[in-house]
Nanobody, 126 residues
Framework: QVQLVESGGGLVQAGGSLRLSCAAS????????MGWFRQCPGKEREFVAI????????YYADSVLGRFTISRDNAKNTVALQMNDLKPEDTAVYYC???????????????????WGKGTLVTVSS
């Protein structure tokens, strides 16, 4: 059974930092794109950042560009999201996602991802 488990969420003041981690089990994602998405109550899940299988290609939503950094460790089957200069509008449940296709550019669309974690809550206070 494939599982993605997020950790690292919490409460932080505006301007602070958090580092989210996602540990995958049940299969290796070393040949697959992965990403982070987020969702606020009453809103659709939105794209945050994606990374290809090699870790060399990354893409970010405009709202987080320059503040967030996605990275991966294929040996540990993990992906991380470093979030700096957090803003109240970053408050959301953050989800780790994995693509089942191998050696392909991951999708910015949530519907293009096949595996999902249960999410971790990030709350940024003003």
């Amino acid at each position: 059974q494939v599982q993605l488990v997020e950790s690292g969420g919490g409460l932080v003041q505006a301007g602070g930092s958090l580092r989210l981690s996602c540990a995958a089990s049940g299969r290796t994602f070393s040949k697959n794109g992965m990403g982070w998405f987020r969702q606020c109550p009453g809103k659709e899940r939105e794209f945050v950042a994606i990374i290809d299988w090699s870790g060399h290609w990354k893409y970010y939503a405009d709202s987080v560009l320059g503040r967030f950094t996605i990275s991966r460790d294929n040996a540990k089957n993990t992906v991380a999201l470093q979030m700096n200069d957090l803003k109240p509008e970053d408050t959301a449940v953050y989800y780790c996602a994995g693509d089942s296709r191998v050696y392909r550019t991951p999708s910015q669309s949530a519907s293009g991802m096949d595996y999902w974690g249960k999410g971790t809550l990030v709350t940024v206070s003003s």
